[in-house]
């Protein structure tokens, strides 16, 4: 397993009965998470678990609420390292950042830097920019793509606050299949490309996404606009049910039967704190040249 044990803004401090305590920079915060299945220690009440700023509550008709015990700021900063990032509650109990994919920027920070040649990666499904900050810290030029005007923004901003405004990032509010498409038609090419793809989504036209029928063909599109000496291709997934053993085969069969190279896939988590587990927080493919 890939363990994110780097952080210090960051802390998952317990866990237990379908929820999780965690420390995002001076506020500490309460949501449910479906892998913990497990008790806590102290039945989820005590100090710990008394001291959270706010507690997200699903509703049985979809989505939920936070309750807050003390008044949250409309959002805050986190560091990892140099890099920054706005944090902020949503209605659908995130908070704008997937601490786990530390363990992502580590490895694609440290790709770049070694590779010592200008590089160009493409970022899909790309969120609120956790690796678009982090590739771009590391000199690389990079193409952003989201279906969702608001979480472009918020990448922008946390590029900002980072310190790369300025630095050659392009942001793209789109359907993720047809951009990939049009690259292919420009002749665009790539030294790296990320995807974190949803198990089901929608683009801005009401574009179908489903991850088990589209996910190794669009792939193999991604292939096509690779350069001639790609650096790296990583696939990470939350889906429940697909393991890292499928990311590993679609990454043989798309990549190393064409370029060599090496694969290693598994799963990624957090430390707990208070128990000394770890919370398992999805899955990752890696391909490197």
Not at 197 to 224: H, I, Q
Request: aromatic share 12%; charged share 20%; hydrophobic share 35%.
């Amino acid at each position: 397993m890939y363990v994110a044990n780097r952080w210090k803004d960051y802390e998952l401090m317990d866990t237990g009965n379908g929820e999780k305590l965690e420390r995002w920079g001076g506020y500490i915060l309460r949501r449910p998470d479906p892998q913990i299945i497990w008790p806590s220690s102290s039945g989820n009440t005590g100090p710990l678990w008394n001291e959270a700023a706010a507690h997200y509550h699903r509703s049985s008709k979809g989505g939920g609420q936070w309750q807050e015990r003390v008044k949250l700021p409309e959002r805050w900063t986190i560091e990892y390292d140099h890099l920054k990032f706005h944090i902020k509650p949503t209605g659908f109990k995130h908070t704008g950042l997937f601490p786990e994919q530390a363990v992502n920027w580590d490895w694609m920070m440290e790709r770049i830097r070694s590779a010592n040649r200008p590089i160009r990666v493409l970022n899909l499904f790309a969120y609120t920019g956790g690796a678009t900050v982090a590739c771009s810290s590391a000199g690389a030029e990079v193409c952003h793509v989201d279906a969702a005007k608001g979480m472009v923004q918020w990448a922008k901003e946390n590029a900002a606050l980072s310190g790369l405004a300025d630095r050659p990032i392009r942001y793209i509010t789109d359907d993720v299949f047809k951009f990939v498409q049009r690259e292919q038609r420009r002749g665009s090419r790539y030294d790296a490309i990320i995807m974190d793809p949803p198990s089901y989504g929608r683009g801005p036209n009401g574009e179908m996404w489903k991850l088990e029928a589209n996910l190794y063909p669009f792939v193999e599109s991604c292939v096509s606009i690779l350069t001639e000496r790609p650096l790296f291709f990583l696939i990470n997934s939350y889906t429940t049910g697909i393991s890292a053993s499928v990311l590993t085969n679609i990454l043989t069969l798309a990549l190393k039967e064409k370029f060599g190279g090496q694969i290693t896939s598994g799963e990624i988590g957090l430390p707990i704190t208070e128990s000394g587990l770890v919370l398992p927080c999805g899955i990752l493919g890696r391909w490197e040249a």
